[in-house]
């Protein structure tokens, strides 16, 4: 059974420090990898897409590598803002669906 | 374009009571999925329909939710009677590709306290 690991659960830096985010997950028998975004009280926002035969995306500040046989992913987040403070989850695409980790908290403080 | 469209976004009943949330996904995505996301943990996904077909309901509590996605548009998904224990936020998505193998879209969710 598939199970994602997100790393840590919650995490607060200062404006303008740069972080990584991980995600984990148990079976490589991945056809893609996502990171959303969800903001308090709102829906999930999809941030980047990784297929199972690429190693990252990038968007912007953002950053996200995928290691399928170790299992790994990670988000980087350059000159984080208070703008980025929300919960980050990671996902996997495995069978018919998307299976999601408890999310990673982030909290930019000016 | 248009986003995902939930309605309510908010509803509060007692147990035993039913309740329906109502979806419309974004004009030309064939696969609709619901998730359910209890406090402090991920989406997990209750169904998922492409066109008006069920693809994957194995995790969908089935003595007591129900779904449908009448004319492969609009979807509603029904609880009855509720329990405690479903108090979570409803969340509804659609994508061009079945199976999570694109970008899912989310709409806002429905929060659902069950008291």
């Known amino acids: 059974k598939q199970e994602v690991t997100q790393i840590p659960a919650a995490l607060s830096v200062p404006e303008g420090e740069n972080l990584v985010l991980n995600c984990s997950f148990t079976?490589?028998?991945?056809?893609?990898l996502q990171w959303f975004r969800q903001d308090p009280g709102k829906g999930l926002t999809s941030l980047l897409l990784?297929?199972?035969?690429?190693r990252e995306q990038t968007s912007g500040r953002l950053n996200a590598s995928l290691d399928k046989s170790s299992g790994r992913s990670t988000l980087y987040i350059a000159a984080s803002q208070p703008g980025d403070s929300a919960t980050y989850l990671c996902?996997?695409?495995?069978?018919?669906?998307?299976?999601f980790g408890k999310g990673t908290t982030l909290s930019v403080s000016s | 374009e248009a986003g995902v469209a939930q309605s309510p976004r908010y509803k509060i009943i007692e147990k035993r009571q039913s309740v329906a949330f109502w979806c419309n996904p974004i004009?030309?995505?064939?696969?609709l999925y619901w998730y359910q996301q209890i406090l402090g943990q991920g989406p997990k996904l209750l169904i998922q329909?492409?066109?008006?077909?069920?693809?994957?309901d194995s995790q969908l509590p089935k003595d007591r939710f129900s779904a449908e996605r009448l004319k492969g548009v609009d979807s509603t998904l029904k609880i009855q009677p509720a329990k405690l224990e479903d108090s979570a936020v409803y969340l509804c998505?659609?994508?061009?590709?079945?199976?999570?193998?694109?970008?899912?879209?989310f709409g806002p969710g429905t929060r659902l306290t069950v008291l």
């Open positions: 998505a659609s994508s061009f590709l079945a199976g999570g193998r694109d970008t899912q879209y």
């Open positions: 079976d490589s028998a991945i056809y893609n």
């Open positions: 990784i297929q199972s035969s690429q």
């Open positions: 996902a996997v695409g495995a069978g018919t669906a998307l299976i």
């Open positions: 004009s030309g995505h064939a696969t």
């Open positions: 329909f492409q066109n008006n077909g069920v693809v994957d």
